[in-house]
């Protein structure tokens, strides 16, 4: 069968499955008033509504990969099938039409653990969780940043220390999202403080069920608490466990820091809330569609948000073809979140005082969630400043930051 023959059955096929088990998405009409107006970008749940999306996700998850469709460009002997990124592609364009419950808890554990644990793990353990992850059996976290590190990421002081076979772990994380509901966390550690800082660092798959782990959510501004402290207190580890070499962690950390830019930029968050339909009927409705300064700024809007989507692409097409994608994660990414600070400009300009008390007025005070939560996505996998530094230093060719030796 030729390449596009093979495609087209995929698609039928993909087709048949989803038809069988989901409904087609409604044809999208935004009216102005009508539906929900939430337009948050950070989750806001409760823990029961967190549990039954949750619940909902698993199980679409386990169907979905046990029709073959969870993992398609995975090596067969670990769960996939050993298909192209055009079959994902396809896949993913056929999706897009049917309704299907939201899989946002996957989004780490798929989007960064599950490439760097293929990248890095040994081949047991990439059998052990490879499988589950995409089945959805379980769910993983990024247990990077902490209390002193974030930007600098190479600052962290969580300590691992050998002991034969095991490493012990003690430490605190900060911010990480969906540790609540996670089973497994990669975790990176200090294991050689006598290194300089990027070279005493070790990459951990960690249960986080073990012993001394304990998860403490943190609220938001924006009220949910979608992320959380974690704290380790002698928690033993397996050396089979170790994701790459003793001393080594900067380099997995890297695969898993491209992998969440990608992520971000790609528009995992927020991005959807942004629609231009939307901010063009709020727009008329206020009777403000006719003001050329409010049409040159719902033009830009448009142009922005489709620049920080190509360039994204852009950056994905590299890492589909096998290669390590430039600054373009960064552009994309930094390109988003400036929209998002423009798109909430122009909302204040339009709305005004409607948005910051809540007269219970369709579409106005909604939007205060989303202007709350702009700041997190300025922050989250590398802040604005940390991207500028990128693009200062890769693209402009201006000198590097100096050095701070510890
Ligand atoms: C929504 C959200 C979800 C998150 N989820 C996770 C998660 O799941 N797992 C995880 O490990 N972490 C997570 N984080 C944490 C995130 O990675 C860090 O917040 C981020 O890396 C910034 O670190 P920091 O908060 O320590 O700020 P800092 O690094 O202390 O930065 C403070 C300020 O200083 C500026 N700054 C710092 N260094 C420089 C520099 N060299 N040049 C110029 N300016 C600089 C920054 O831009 C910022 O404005 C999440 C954060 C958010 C907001």
Redesign the pocket.
């Known amino acids: 069968m030729s390449d596009a023959a093979n495609l087209e059955q995929f698609r039928t096929d993909a087709k048949a499955f989803l038809d069988a088990n989901a409904s087609l998405r409604p044809e999208e009409s935004f009216v102005w008033g009508e539906g929900s107006d939430r337009v948050g970008v950070?989750d806001e749940k409760t823990a029961e509504q967190e549990a039954a999306e949750l619940r909902a996700a698993k199980e679409w998850k386990a169907k979905e990969f046990d029709a073959g469709f969870g993992w398609l460009t995975g090596p067969e002997h670990l769960g996939g099938r050993a298909l192209t990124a055009e079959h994902t592609r396809a896949y993913t364009a056929v999706r897009s039409d049917y309704s299907v419950p939201n899989q946002t808890a996957f989004g780490?554990g798929l989007g960064m653990v599950a490439p760097t644990i293929l990248a890095h793990a040994i081949p047991e353990v990439a059998e052990r969780y490879l499988r589950d992850l995409y089945r959805g059996d379980i769910v993983a976290?990024?247990?990077?940043?902490e209390p002193i590190?974030?930007?600098?990421?190479a600052g962290i002081q969580t300590r691992a220390i050998r002991d034969g076979d095991e490493w012990i772990l003690t430490g605190q994380?900060?911010?990480?999202?969906?540790a609540q509901y996670s089973d497994i966390g990669e975790i990176i550690t200090r294991t050689s403080p006598d290194k300089p800082k990027h070279k005493g660092l070790t990459m951990f798959l960690v249960d986080m069920h073990a012993p001394g782990v304990e998860v403490r959510p943190l609220r938001q501004m924006t009220g949910g608490a979608?992320?959380n402290e974690v704290f380790f207190e002698e928690v033993r580890v397996p050396d089979s466990h170790r994701l790459g070499d003793v001393d080594e962690g900067w380099t997995v950390a890297l695969t898993t820091l491209m992998n969440e830019r990608a992520a971000i930029g790609g528009g995992g968050a927020g991005v959807g809330t942004m629609s231009l339909n939307r901010f063009v009927e709020m727009a008329r409705h206020y009777g403000v569609a006719d003001d050329p300064l409010v049409r040159q700024r719902l033009a830009d809007a448009y142009v922005r948000i489709n620049v920080a989507r190509y360039t994204n692409l852009r950056g994905m097409a590299t890492i589909r073809a096998g290669q390590l994608p430039g600054p373009e994660m960064s552009i994309g990414k930094l390109a988003l979140t400036r929209t998002m600070q423009e798109v909430g400009q122009m909302l204040g300009e339009i709305l005004g005082p409607r948005m910051i008390a809540d007269s219970g007025e369709w579409g106005t005070f909604a939007w205060s969630e989303f202007l709350c939560g702009v700041p997190?996505?300025r922050?989250?996998?590398?802040?604005?400043?940390?991207m500028?530094?990128v693009i200062g230093e890769r693209v402009l060719g201006l000198p590097k930051?100096p050095k701070i030796r510890t």
Do not use: P
């Open positions: 950070l780490i976290c990024q247990l990077f940043s590190a974030g930007s600098d990421l994380k900060v911010w990480t999202s969906g979608s992320f997190g996505m922050v989250a996998g590398g802040t604005d400043e940390i500028k530094n930051e």
